[in-house]
């Protein structure tokens, strides 16, 4: 039962990740950039290495000999993928849907082409001119993004034609990995937008969980709460969407699928193929069973019978304001007493202007407005403050 996982990528969601692995006895070694990053601090091992650089990444696989590669984060040799299963080990989900969902062209493309889902009308640049082109035929407003990029880096909106060239810049600056492109939506008028956690299984059905709504600021979440208010046509097409493109991208694990709701019905909008950042609010305890552990459980083919809500529960994030190589923490003790209350700080090494260093939780009843919860979740991240 005891395997030996290879994490690429040690954020605050790896590192949740690494303390379900170690609950029931998995021997994990965490890999980023740099050290000292979250998961690493709770992984039985740990690698320094840029995953962009192919020959370091196959030179740690081939000294660890792992049975699982999970990914965490989108700054990665993606199409090495398909040799490590090759050799005989699992990538999580599976290689494809790791190569496919680390850049939004191939994602988009086989929701939109393929399966012919609802998605914005979009466009691709590789340049200030196409992306001047892209926009004249999307029309404004529109957004912006880089094809890899993570957290909203490089994400803007051009209202005018003035935005374009920052547009531009701006995306370039916050590409991840070796490819400057972009991807030109044009603007969906929606009332809402939901992650929809997707639990794919081995030899089970797939599970959905309760829907989570978010808000979004600079393309980066800043609240989330469980559950959303969906209605019943909405939820049953976002999870009819949900299972289509996890189907088509194989494998076994937990999926972000993200959706606008819209009067004209659901959107889909993009796909993570592993535990979603809007996905903390499960740390809560609004379920039987919180997104890392599932995604472990799926990855384990351990059985999973149901996903259950058990109470309502909101997340909010607290943010650094400045840069810092010891960035500190006050306010600790105030959130710390708060009722139906918790707290995660995830432990970054060096702080920047709105890095996410922790996270408020909030829950009650499933009969308590979720309005509620949000704004003491909002209000409880308020106390937490990072100094340099």
Not at 56 to 68: E, K, M, S, T, Y
Not at 153 to 168: H, L, M, R, V, Y
Not at 191 to 214: D, K, M, R
Not at 273 to 287: E, F, N, S
């Amino acid at each position: 039962m005891q395997k030996k996982i290879l994490l690429l990528g040690s954020g605050e969601l790896g590192k949740e990740f690494v303390i379900a692995a170690q609950r029931i006895g998995q021997t994990v070694i965490a890999v980023d950039s740099y050290a000292g990053a979250p998961a690493m601090q709770v992984a039985d091992a740990f690698e320094v290495i840029n995953m962009l650089d192919g020959a370091a990444l196959d030179a740690i696989v081939a000294r660890h000999n792992p049975d699982f590669i999970v990914p965490e984060i989108e700054a990665i040799r993606t199409e090495r993928f398909y040799d490590y299963e090759k050799q005989g080990i699992t990538v999580v989900p599976s290689a494809k849907a790791a190569n496919y969902t680390m850049n939004r062209k191939a994602i988009r493309d086989l929701a939109a082409k393929d399966l012919g889902l609802r998605t914005a009308n979009y466009r691709y640049a590789t340049s200030a001119n196409e992306l001047q082109k892209a926009v004249s035929e999307v029309g404004m407003p529109c957004v912006v993004k880089p094809l890899m990029s993570s957290s909203g880096k490089g994400q803007s909106t051009i209202k005018t034609q003035e935005d374009i060239e920052k547009a531009w810049k701006y995306a370039v600056e916050g590409s991840r990995g070796d490819v400057v492109e972009v991807i030109v939506e044009a603007f969906v008028n929606f009332h809402s937008e939901i992650t929809l956690l997707t639990v794919t299984q081995n030899n089970n059905p797939t599970l959905f969980c309760a829907p989570i709504g978010h808000r979004q600021e600079r393309g980066d979440y800043q609240e989330s709460w469980q559950p959303a208010r969906v209605s019943d046509k909405d939820i049953a097409e976002a999870q009819d969407m949900a299972r289509k493109v996890t189907e088509a991208l194989g494998g076994a694990g937990i999926f972000g699928v993200e959706f606008f709701l819209t009067d004209e019905g659901v959107y889909f909008s993009e796909l993570s193929p592993r535990p979603h950042d809007t996905g903390m609010v499960t740390l809560a305890g609004t379920q039987n069973f919180n997104e890392f552990e599932l995604h472990l459980r799926a990855i384990l083919s351990l059985p999973i019978h149901e996903i259950t809500l058990e109470r309502t529960g909101a997340s909010a994030v607290i943010l650094a304001s400045e840069n810092s190589d010891n960035p500190t923490f006050t306010g600790v003790e105030k959130i710390a007493a708060l009722p139906k209350t918790d707290f995660r700080l995830f432990g970054k090494p060096t702080s920047r202007p709105y890095r996410r260093m922790g996270v408020s939780l909030t829950y009650d009843t499933t009969s308590t407005p979720v309005e509620e919860v949000v704004e003491k979740a909002k209000a409880a991240a308020a106390l937490v403050k990072v100094h340099a």
